[in-house]
């Protein structure tokens, strides 16, 4: 199969469900009555009490490509993932693959509890295609990945959820498959291993690995995904580039947070009112607020020069600044963190600042008005163009209490010539001595 040849292909793929399981087994029995009787198939359709949980899906996977798949709950994205591995037959449309299709689409699935994880790899390399010897040779690399040591002799039933996917993904990585599909399974393991699996899907990916990965998390689409679907209620609503679909994801969610945060919209509708909430525009994308608990809103956010002389859009190349942002705590917060996070050009966070992890944790703030200072003395940004988003997390709640993407822009000048023949997308400069030495013999 040579690189610029489709690895899995999907074409119009459908796939529905009733919504209770009564309905769906009867015309599951209905439909096997038809086929017996040489009738023509209702599958096409909706019929009352049915839904397409996938609908009309089509995308085509090169070798080497990696394809992520987002979207909020309930929207397909599992239901898409065991068609293409085969779980699911597809009620519309078809798939079609060329090679070794390895997956890790729920944890512990596929595993049979009494048997041990070493004999569970020689079922689950059995599946994926492996002879009895194929799967001999790999045993150590899958054993060693995993990292169960002589817990791979237990049986299974016995593994936590973590222990499930260190073997599950061992066994779907090392046997080098053609085609990886990887559901949100990985964030179970601990962040050492995520790394290393996200290390090793990339390797993967450079070798021809066709890869298709499943997440809500931005961070580690972005990683490792060129393209991407965003699926909405079973359609594919962006077909593009991943930073398209990651925005399409990112909005659709404040979309639902907006819906579902009535106490936001009226804590930002008096803030709004008392005329202190900003919005700043600029090349680096849209200002825009997303709500979070409500528990607390930043209303204003400042880039300041550090000499009086009050905001700043431009610094030079090294210029010190300080940071302001006026925050509005509505419930009392424990371990509050300000987080402001630095974007440039082409890339998401490429400087986060905040309290906690500069050492000056706030176990509690209570209701009330704050105005945070962030002194940067020592920064050293590549001349360029970049953005800053803060949000308001704390240590305890696993979702933003507050986020303003984009709240200021700052462009870093450029000093003289210096960087005229540099690396345009470079962002950050590190001081450093250049020497040069003739080797033994030459001039
Ligand atoms: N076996 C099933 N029988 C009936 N309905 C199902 C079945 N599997 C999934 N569904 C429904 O199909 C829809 C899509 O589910 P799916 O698990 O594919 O969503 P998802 O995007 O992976 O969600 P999540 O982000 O929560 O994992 C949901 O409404 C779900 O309830």
Known sequence: MSADEWAIRAEGVSKKFGLTLRQSMKYGMRDVGRKLVGRSSTTDVLREGEFWA???????????????????NGCGKTTLLRILNGVYAPDKGRVEVRGRVGALIAAGAGFAPMLTGRENVYVNGALLGLSTKEIDGLMDEIIAFSELGEFIDLPVKNYSSGMFVRLGFAIAAMSRPDILLMDEVLAVGDLNFQKKCYDHIL?????????????????????????????????????????????????????????????????????????????????LGQSEKRPGTGDVICTDFRVLSVNGDGQVSELEFRQPFIIEVDVTVIRPVENFILRVVLDAVHYRSIVTLDNYEQGSPIPLLQPGKYTFKIEVSNQNFRPGAYAFNVSVVSKHVGTHLFLWWKCAHLVVLSPRDQFLYSEPNAVMHFDAEFTHSALDGDK
């Open 54 to 72: 996938v609908n009309d899906v089509g995308f085509e996977l090169h070798r080497g490509e990696a394809l992520g798949i987002m979207g909020v």
């Open 203 to 283: 390797q993967l990916k450079r070798n021809g690995t066709a890869i298709i990965l499943v997440s809500h998390a931005p961070g580690a689409i972005w990683a490792v995904c060129d393209r991407g679907l965003f699926l909405d209620r079973g359609r594919v609503h962006v077909d593009g580039p991943i930073e398209d679909v990651i925005r399409a994801y990112d909005d659709q969610n404040s979309k639902n947070a907006r819906r579902s945060d009535i106490q936001f919209s009226q804590a930002e509708a008096h803030a709004q009112q008392a005329g202190e909430l900003q919005a700043v525009a600029g090349p």
